[in-house]
T-cell receptor
Framework: EAQVTQNPRYLITVTGKKLTVTCSQN?????MSWYRQDPGLGLRQIYY???????DKGDVPEGYKVSRKEKRNFPLILESPSPNQTSLYFC???????????????FGPGTRLTVT | TQLLEQSPQFLSIQEGENLTVYCNSS?????LQWYRQEPGEGPVLLVT?????EVKKLKRLTFQFGDARKDSSLHITAAQPGDTGLYLC??????????????FGQGTTLQVKP
């Protein structure tokens, strides 16, 4: 089954304790992206990757790191989480058009993170 | 910061009514996507519009991309309780060197009462 998986689905942690949220897709998609969703703000893009070893900042990259060592995986790293990073996080992947544009994204089920 | 203004933010209607959701911006988009999200799940793509003036239909849902590619609308005819959910628009900024950078609207929460 074609899917995007995220782990963990729920996480409660404390300020400053490094954590990683994993994201994996089995559709051989070039493009992967991380978003956070907060009430009233919609989805905001954190980082995205157009292909292996190619990553770029979205609108809200501060406090996050990513890596794309393999095509299928795109982990999100919070080196020193803070309470303002409490949010619902989504990973997504997509094929790229022949022109190199994102066409349609498939989203994972989400990771609800609480930082106390 | 590019903005994608989505309206209304909340909509509560009776089954059988029609409704329209709007996404507006001052920026030109290469493409615009519409998603539907249910509680506890990730957004699911409904449609992508690419050409100015394009109209796409998905059963009772009609999507339109503005001629200038700065706005889009989603019209639902004879809404049903199963249409309840959060509707999101997302645009790819035209001319940007960042071809993977997507801007989302704030979302429209739709409730259709039986």
């Amino acid at each position: 089954e074609a899917q995007v998986t995220q782990n963990p689905r729920y996480l409660i942690t404390v300020t400053g304790k490094k954590l990683t949220v994993t994201c994996s897709q089995n559709m051989n998609h070039e493009y992967m992206s991380w978003y956070r969703q907060d009430p009233g703000l919609g989805l905001r893009q954190i980082y995205y990757s157009m292909n292996v070893e190619v990553t770029d900042k979205g609108d809200v990259p501060e406090g996050y790191k990513v890596s794309r060592k393999e095509k299928r995986n795109f982990p999100l790293i919070l080196e020193s989480p803070s309470p303002n990073q409490t949010s619902l996080y989504f990973c997504a992947s997509s094929l790229l058009t022949s022109g190199g544009f994102v066409y349609e994204q498939y989203f994972g089920p989400g990771t609800r993170l609480t930082v106390t | 910061t590019q903005l994608l203004e989505q309206s209304p933010q909340f909509l509560s209607i009776q089954e059988g009514e029609n409704l329209t959701v709007y996404c507006n911006s001052s920026s030109v988009f290469s493409s615009l996507q519409w998603y539907r999200q249910e509680p506890g799940e990730g957004p699911v793509l409904l449609v992508t519009v690419v050409t100015g003036g394009e109209v796409k239909k998905l059963k009772r849902l009609t999507f339109q991309f503005g001629d200038a590619r700065k706005d889009s609308s989603l019209h639902i005819t004879a809404a049903q309780p199963g249409d309840t959910g959060l509707y999101l628009c997302a645009g790819l900024i035209h001319g940007s060197s960042n071809t993977g950078k997507l801007i989302f609207g704030q979302g429209t929460t739709l409730q259709v009462k039986p």
